[in-house]
C-alpha cells in the first residue's frame, strides 16, 4: 500500500444555531485505506461527513484532495471531486433492475436518444465482475439480499469515477455472512486504489477492516492512529472517554414460575416446531443469521402474526393470540426492531409516545389526564437518563440512543411480565448501550422474562443465561449461557452443525 | 488546545444559543399558527377592500354559508388525519338528505327524520371503514366508489329530482336564530369543539394521529388499528348526516342531483389550507376551523366584489396552492 494523502481536512469548524458542532476537527485519509471514523452518537460524524459531502458548508477550515485546494459547495461539486457517501439508507429503487439503479440520471443513449440498454448492461457486469460480485445486470433490485443492494450503491458510485467512498454504518442491516461479503467486497476495492471512510459503532468490524482510524468526541478530535497498534478498549475509551467493560453480566437468581410456554409453534415457510419456555426473572436470546424466523416468530407470540399452528402458554394458560392488544392483556411486551418503521411515531411527541400503549391508564372520565403523562415521563427520564430538554418535541428530534430509552419507557409504563426485545440496540451508541442493557437486567431482576433477539452474538452472550440458535426457521440448538461461545454460536447458526434432540 | 480554547467560546456559544432559540420560536409559531395569521391577514385585507365586509350580518353570513362545509370538513380532518380521505361526503350528504325527508314525509315525525338521517350517515361511513379496515381497500378506491354509489342511489329513490318536505317545523333547525346567532352556526362550533376534545383530549385522537404517522408501529403499539380506522369513517359518516340535516332543513328539500356536489372537494381543500398532511399524522382540528373561514371568507369578498362565480374556482384552487406551497417552508 503506498502512503500518499489522499485527503486533508484541516482544522474544520462548524456551528448550528450557535452550538458548536465541530471544533477544529482535522482528518487525513490515504489513498487505498479503509480509515475508521469513530465516536458516539452526536460526536459530530455525521456533520464532518455532510461537510466533505457539501451538504454544509464549513464556518471555517480547509479541505485538499491530493494536495488542491477544494471547496465543496454543494454535493455535486463533491461528486465531481470523486466523494461519494453511501447512506445507511439506501438509496435504491427496488422495482428498477439492478442496471437501471445503477445508471439512474445518468443513462447512456444511443444516437437516436433511446436508451442504450446494452452498453449499459455491458458495463454494470464489468463493474460488478471487476469487484466479484455474481448478480446478473438485468435482476431486480426488490429480489437481493440487503447486502447486494449495498453493493449497487457502491458500484454506482464506482461508475461514477469516485476515489473515496463514504459508508455510514453498512453492516446495521446485514447478517453475518453478508458483512463477510462485504468485506471481501471492501478489501477487492481498496486493492483498486479506492479510499474508504467507515463509520460503525462496531469495533470488532473496525479491527477487521480498518487500517486506520479518527475518533471524535464532542466535536473535537480525541485520538488518530493505526488500527493494529491499538487494543479496542483503548479505542472506546477514546470514544466514550471512559473505559467500559465487556464481561458477562452477573445475573440474580431465576425463579420457578414458568411466564411463558411455546410448544410446536409453527408457520407454513417462516418457522417450524418450535419449542421453548422462559421463567420469571431469566434472560433468554435468540440469535440466528438473516432469514432464521426469530423475528418472525416472536411477532407471532406478540399477536402480529395470526396464522400460527401450535400452542402457546402464558402462566401456564393457553392463550389465542391474534392482535398486539391480546398480548399486550397478556402482559408481554415487545420493542421492535428497526426503530424508525417499526417503533416510534415520528409525528407524536416524546411524551406521547411514552404513553401511546398504555393510555387507558391516563383516561379519566374519557379525557387524557395530560399532567399525569408527563408526570410519569419525568419519572422515566431519570430512571433511564433520557436526554431532552423539551419533552413537547416529537420524538424523530432525539437520537437513536434516547429513541430507544423512549421505547423501553413505553414498554415499562404498559407494565408486562414478559419482555421481548428485538435487536434492541440497533444504531446506538456504547454509552447508551451500556445504560440499556443495565436496564434489561434490572427488568429481569424485579422477576419479570426477558427475550433478547440479536444478530450479535457478543451482546447475546453478554447478557443471557440461556441462547437459542436458529437456523432457516428452527431451533437448531440451546446454549447455557456461561459456557457459550462466539465460535460455537456461530458454527450453529450458519447450518454447519446441529443437535436436533438437545432442544428444551 | 482544550483550554485554551474552551473559555473564548462560551459567551458567543451562549449569545449564539439565545440568538438562534429565537429564531426558532419565531419558526415554531409560524409553523403552529400559520393559518391563523393567513386568516388574519385575509380579513384584514377583506375588510380594507369592502366597508361592508365588517358588517356585523355579512359576518354571521359568512358563518352560516361555512358551517355546512365545516361541519363535512371537520370529519375529512380526522380521515385525513389517520392517513385516509372520504370522496364520498358530498354524494353522502345527497342521499341521506333524500332518505331523511322520506322518513319525515312518511312518519310526520322530526325525531324520526333526525334519527334515519344520523343512523344512515353512519351505517355508510362504517360502510367505508369496513371497506378500508378489513376490505384492505384503498380509501382513495373505497370512497371513489361509495361516492358514484351513493349519488345513484340517491338519483334513483328522488328520479332524479329534489324531494321536499312536508312536515313544518322542520325547516325551524337551520332558520331559527338563538339571540342574532343561527342554529347552523351554533351547531358548527359545537361540533369543532366536540371534535377539537375528540382528536387532541382523548385516547381516540392519539391513536388515530400514531395510525396516520405510523401504521405498523401503531399496530406494535397495541393499537386496534381496524377499529380506530372503522370509527374514524363512520365520525365522518355521521358529521356528514348533521351537515345533510342543515342542508335540507334551510330549504325544506333536497336535490338529487345538484346537492352536496363537490363538497369533498371543498371539504379537503379547508383541510390541506388548515395544514393538515395529506399523508397523516400530523395537522390540527383549529386549522380546518380557520381553513374553513378563510375560504368562506374568499368566497363573500369575490361576491362583494362582483367577481363572476365562475372564476371564483380559480381563485380557490390558487389560494390552496399558495397555502401548500407556505406550508412547506418550515
Not at chain 2, 354571521?60 to 380521515?79: F, K, R
Request: net charge neutral; aromatic share 6%; glycine share 8%.
Amino acid at each position: 500500500m503506498e502512503n500518499k494523502v489522499y485527503l486533508e481536512m484541516r482544522n474544520i469548524k462548524k456551528s448550528f444555531n450557535g452550538v458548536k458542532v465541530l471544533k477544529g476537527v482535522s482528518l487525513q485519509v490515504q489513498k487505498g485505506e479503509v480509515h475508521a471514523l469513530l465516536g458516539e452518537n452526536g460526536a459530530g460524524k455525521s456533520t464532518l461527513m455532510n461537510i466533505l459531502g457539501g451538504v454544509h458548508q464549513p464556518d471555517s477550515g480547509s479541505i485538499t484532495i491530493e494536495g488542491r485546494d477544494v471547496k465543496m459547495s454543494d454535493p455535486r461539486e463533491s461528486k465531481a471531486n470523486g466523494v461519494s457517501f453511501i447512506h445507511q439508507e439506501l438509496n435504491v429503487v427496488p422495482d428498477l433492475m439492478v442496471y437501471e439503479n445503477l445508471f439512474l440520471g445518468t443513462e447512456i443513449k444511443n444516437k437516436f436518444g433511446f436508451l442504450h440498454v446494452e452498453e449499459m448492461c455491458r458495463q454494470t457486469a464489468d463493474i460488478l465482475g471487476r469487484l466479484g460480485v455474481d448478480i446478473h445486470p438485468k435482476s431486480y433490485v426488490r429480489e437481493l439480499d440487503n447486502s447486494y443492494k449495498q453493493f449497487i450503491e457502491i458500484a454506482k458510485s464506482l461508475l461514477h469515477k469516485s476515489e473515496l467512498i463514504i459508508m455510514d454504518e453498512p453492516t446495521s442491516s446485514l447478517a453475518d455472512h453478508e458483512v463477510e461479503r462485504l468485506f471481501t467486497f471492501i478489501r477487492n476495492l481498496k486493492e483498486t486504489g479506492v479510499s474508504i471512510i467507515y463509520i460503525s459503532h462496531k469495533l470488532k468490524e473496525i479491527e477487521e477492516i480498518c487500517d486506520r482510524f479518527t475518533v471524535l468526541r464532542d466535536g473535537e478530535l480525541a485520538g488518530a492512529g493505526i488500527v493494529k497498534e491499538f487494543k479496542l478498549d483503548q479505542i472506546t475509551k477514546l470514544m466514550v472517554g471512559k473505559a467500559i467493560s465487556n464481561e458477562r453480566f452477573e445475573h440474580k437468581e431465576i425463579q420457578d414460575t414458568v411466564l411463558l410456554e411455546v410448544n410446536n409453534l409453527s408457520t407454513e415457510g417462516l418457522y417450524k416446531n418450535i419449542n421453548f419456555s422462559v421463567k420469571a426473572g431469566e434472560v433468554v436470546g435468540f440469535t440466528g443469521l438473516a432469514g432464521d424466523g426469530r423475528t418472525e416468530l416472536f411477532e407471532s407470540i406478540f399477536g402480529y402474526r395470526k396464522k400460527y399452528t401450535g400452542q402457546i402458554k402464558v402462566r401456564g394458560q393457553v392463550l389465542k393470540i391474534d392482535h398486539p392488544q391480546k398480548a399486550v392483556k397478556a402482559k408481554i411486551g415487545f420493542v421492535p426492531k428497526n426503530r424508525k418503521e417499526n417503533a416510534i411515531i415520528k409525528d407524536l411527541s416524546v411524551i406521547h409516545n411514552m404513553s401511546l400503549s398504555s393510555l387507558s391508564k391516563f383516561n379519566r372520565n374519557g379525557l387524557l389526564d395530560q399532567s399525569l403523562e408527563r408526570k410519569r415521563f419525568r419519572y422515566y427520564k431519570d430512571l433511564l437518563n433520557i436526554k431532552v430538554h423539551d419533552p413537547n418535541i416529537t420524538i424523530d428530534k432525539l437520537s437513536g440512543g434516547n429513541q430507544q430509552k423512549v421505547m423501553l419507557a413505553k414498554w415499562l409504563e404498559a407494565d408486562p411480565d414478559i419482555l421481548i426485545f428485538d435487536n434492541p440496540t440497533q444504531g446506538i451508541d456504547v454509552g447508551a448501550k451500556q445504560e440499556i442493557y443495565e436496564q434489561i437486567l434490572a427488568l429481569a431482576a424485579m422477576g419479570k422474562a426477558i427475550i433478547i433477539l440479536s444478530s450479535e452474538a457478543p451482546e447475546i452472550l453478554r447478557l443471557c443465561q440461556r441462547i437459542y440458535v436458529m437456523y432457516q426457521g428452527e431451533i437448531v440448538s440451546s446454549f447455557n449461557g456461561n459456557r457459550a461461545t462466539e465460535d460455537m454460536i456461530m458454527s450453529y447458526a450458519t447450518g454447519a452443525k446441529r443437535e436436533d434432540e438437545q432442544i428444551g | 488546545m482544550n483550554r485554551l480554547a474552551n473559555p473564548e467560546l462560551k459567551e458567543p456559544a451562549k449569545q449564539g444559543s439565545a440568538m438562534g432559540s429565537a429564531k426558532s420560536r419565531l419558526t415554531w409559531i409560524w409553523s403552529e399558527y400559520s393559518v391563523i395569521i393567513a386568516f388574519v391577514i385575509i380579513f384584514i385585507l377583506a375588510a380594507i377592500v369592502s366597508p361592508r365586509f365588517l358588517d356585523i350580518n355579512n359576518q354571521l353570513n359568512i358563518l352560516m354559508q361555512v358551517s355546512i362545509i365545516g361541519i363535512v370538513a371537520l370529519g375529512m380532518t380526522v380521515v385525513m388525519l389517520s392517513g385516509g380521505i372520504d370522496l364520498s361526503v358530498g354524494s353522502v350528504l345527497a342521499l341521506v338528505g333524500v332518505l331523511t325527508v322520506l322518513a319525515l314525509n312518511a312518519t310526520g315525525s322530526i325525531l324520526v327524520g333526525i334519527l334515519t338521517a344520523l343512523a344512515s350517515g353512519v351505517i355508510i361511513g362504517l360502510l367505508n371503514g369496513l371497506l378500508v379496515a378489513k376490505g384492505k381497500i384503498a380509501s382513495f378506491i373505497a370512497t371513489l366508489g361509495m361516492m358514484a354509489g351513493a349519488r345513484s342511489i340517491a338519483l334513483y329513490i328522488a328520479e332524479g329530482g329534489s324531494i321536499s318536505g312536508e312536515v313544518s317545523g322542520f325547516t325551524a333547525i337551520a332558520n331559527t336564530e338563538l339571540w342574532v346567532i343561527d342554529v347552523p352556526i351554533i351547531i358548527f362550533i359545537l361540533m369543532a369543539v366536540l371534535v377539537y376534545m375528540l382528536m387532541h383530549k382523548t385516547s381516540f385522537g392519539r391513536h388515530v394521529y400514531a395510525l396516520g404517522s405510523n401504521e405498523k408501529a401503531a399496530l406494535l403499539s397495541a393499537i386496534r388499528v381496524d377499529r380506530v380506522k372503522i370509527a374514524v369513517y363512520s365520525l365522518a359518516g355521521l358529521l356528514v348526516s348533521v351537515a345533510a340535516i342543515i342542508e335540507t332543513s334551510r330549504l325544506n328539500s333536497i336535490s338529487s342531483s345538484s346537492s352536496g356536489m363537490q363538497y369533498e372537494l371543498d371539504a379537503i381543500a379547508a383541510v390541506i389550507i388548515g395544514g393538515t398532511r395529506m399523508t397523516g399524522g400530523r395537522g390540527k382540528v383549529i386549522g380546518t376551523f380557520f381553513g374553513v373561514l378563510i375560504l368562506g371568507i374568499l368566497n363573500n369578498m369575490m361576491n362583494l366584489m362582483n367577481v363572476s362565480p365562475h372564476l371564483q374556482g380559480f381563485v380557490k384552487g390558487a389560494i390552496i396552492i399558495v397555502a401548500v406551497v407556505f406550508q412547506k417552508r418550515e
